[in-house]
């Protein structure tokens, strides 16, 4: 383990080795790849050698924004980006994202207003985009340049009069942003443009010059929809923020419910895809939900009121059902809210109630995921297009993983409807595995989890009588996190399903050692998967200069396996533990660390419970200052978030806030690069606009602390605009958890309780178990799409213990895209004998 007292010094980004088999590999790779983007912010600056999107390549060449060598890769080049079909949150995020990335490659950028009616129509609805008709349109929900649904488009005249009207724009690359339909349309319409040109051009309503320049029409597309419908990507474009909205809401019902005894029934979309129904009732621990892919069995309805019964004689005070508008029975028959809220009357006569969410589901301010999502899928967007050849099929950008890339658009069409196809003919289990294992394995945890006690012969809610004789345990360790709560309710419920004894420790190792620990029953976690915090109880001490107490705890309650949430203090726990074992046999048990904290600073893994949380509380606060700021004249903003040495909250909010900069300690700055950022907010206010916000992670630098930003900005920025400082706090902290952490949660709950299961049987022996092995000493994380378990030994030497962080963060390579999305191009600063100045 690294010298804590060894010299301060920056750690480095290096690549760490898998320990695992990831997915996701790109699917695409090309020269440009080679070439951008690299632009130096001031010499002490990373330069941009790192992606627009996460999977491009390190490599890259020289592109110059000025003077000899400047190359436009884009120039001469006009490209369109529209929406059609149902609006989504985060489509104005994807159309900021590919304006301000397509001028900044060289392109003339227009946009069509009202989809695909008014390509048709022409005139006033195709036009060009400057860098500021897309400033502060990041924030708001649906789609500010339009959509509708065209009649026109669907007739070959229609479709031949909007591509005159491209043409005479000299507009022959597409950005769609729209569901499987849309995307299909454009795909029809790029076969049928060869066709269009030649009679156009023969009829004479093109010139040989606009033929020329239009000989070929390219297409790529985003998929916006919050059904999360569409084969070939993991998250579409909206689905985030329509969970938001559907937990939202399911949360304060819950608290009217619970007040009067009552069921509510929510109605959801989804009239052909189960998913927003399945995740939102995952995450709501939902005593029932219907999706159109797995139609309930013959008898449902003695099932529902069983079950609803019982749960009131455990005295909950509250049910929640949730139905997708598209549920239905083996035969097909439709089951609706209505249905459902009869049934429960008659038979139970328990005060029902049914909330129809409809189109709240697509209102609001999108998600910071959803915010996020869309300014990466938009530049990967712009990079397919320059990127792209004739011979080349038109592509979807899709998520995979931790990856914005592309695949074929018609394969991942033909997978979509694939699944419709089988929902038709009622082979539902072909439909759920077409949805895929991600699909599949939130049913199977949903369907474990929400049962409402296990079987008698497995497990009594005073932990007595087992089928196992063996003993699990769970603590938290560290600060609390947005998550915590839905883990260790997976986590107790999986181990006592199983026959495993489950001991609560209250308030980490230090519960431990004066106590705190008692047995679990299945209903004492019932209600845990929605709050904030940490029910258990936490704190940061770790068991090092107790170790001998922790380890006599340890075999007075007879602990077989331990699982820790937490952060950065429960990685380090484990890593003392496994230190440990040599003087303690009683510490040759196998342990978990599933990662926990808003810092998102722990070693691998992607994602810690509790980030995405605080995410969306500073992009919400940063919505709120921006709005402040509109109300006055000229103001800039200086946020100060949290994290510790980490910058991972600083750089994620600010690309989801549209931030102007983010100061973090892994980027070191100086002052000439404080000035050249004040010099670039001093030319966007000059030029008309209102705000400017600063994010800086609260350990970015010792001496440029947030005041001495605000008062730097304050005199630089005298007379041309007034600056105010906020520090955040613990209100990062707080709140319900988002809909991603308390899955996450669950799912990671689920994972671990299983990997101590099967390490409990095969290290058991004589009524015990015992193992000194590294591998049984793991952290559970996320790599891209994958979950996997890496031993805490292993991740030693790629930490950075002094900063309490890794030596390598995939997050590093989305800062380029913050400060181009942040900067226009004619204001990118230039050198002139080590003076920075702004462009003329």
Known sequence: MTDPGSPTKRPRQDPIPESRPVGGEDVFTSPIREQLMQHSTSASHLQIRQTLSYDMVDTVGQFSTRGEGFNMVGEGKCIAVFTSGGDSQGMNAAVRSVARIGIYVGFKVYAIHEGYQGMCDGGDHIKELSWSDVSNIIQLGGTVIGSARCKDFRERDGRKKAAMNLIKKGINNLVVIGGDGSLTGANVFRQEWGNFVAELSKEGKITSEEAKACEYLNVVGMVGSIDNDFCGTDMTIGTDTALHRILEAVDAISTTASSHQRCFVLEVMGRHCGYLALVAGLASAADWIFIPEMPPDAGWENKICNKLQQTREFRKRLNIIIVAEGACTQEGDPITANLIKDLIINRLGFDTRVTVLGHVQRGGNPSAFDRILGCRMGAEAVLSLVDTKPDMPAYVVSLDGNKAIRVPLMDCVRKTQAVGEALRAKDFKKACSLRGRSFLSNLSIYLTLSRIKPKEEVCSLDGRLC??????????????????????????????????????????????????????????????????????????????????????????????????????????????????????????????????????????????????????????????????????????????????????????????????????????????????????????IADGVQRGLILRNEKASSNFTTEFLQRLYSEEGKHLFTTRMNVLGHMQQGGSPTFFDRNMGTKLGVKASNFLQEKVKEFSKDGGVFTDSDDTVCLLGISQRVVGFTPVKFLEKYTDFEHRIPKNQWWMKLRPLLRILAKHVEIYEAETEGVAQPIE
């Open 467 to 684: 089928a196992s004789n063996f003993n699990l345990a769970v603590m938290n360790v560290g600060a609390p996190a947005a998550g915590m709560n839905a883990t260790v309710r997976a986590f107790i419920r999986t181990s006592l399903f199983q026959g495993y004894r489950v001991y609560r420790i209250t308030d980490g190792f230090e519960g431990l050692i004066a106590d705190k620990v008692q047995l679990s029953g299945w209903m004492d976690v019932s209600d845990w998967v929605r709050q904030g915090g940490s029910l258990l109880g936490t704190n940061r001490t770790t068991p090092k200069k107790d170790m001998a107490v922790v380890a006599e705890k340890i075999k007075k309650y007879d602990i077989h396996a331990l699982l820790m949430v937490g952060g950065f203090e429960a990685y380090m726990s484990a890593i003392q533990m496994l230190e440990a074992r040599k003087q303690y046999p009683e510490l040759c048990i196998p342990v978990v660390v599933i990662p926990a904290t808003v810092s998102n600073n722990v070693p691998g893994t992607d994602f810690s419970l509790g980030c995405d949380t605080a995410l969306n509380a500073i992009a919400d606060i940063c919505d709120r200052i921006k709005q402040s700021a509109s109300g006055s004249k000229r103001r800039v903003f200086i946020v100060e978030t949290m994290g510790g040495y980490c910058g991972y909250l600083a750089t994620m909010s600010g690309l989801a806030g549209g931030a102007d900069a983010a100061y973090i300690f892994e980027e070191p700055f100086t002052i000439r690069d404080l000035e050249l950022d004040v010099t670039h907010l001093a030319a966007k």
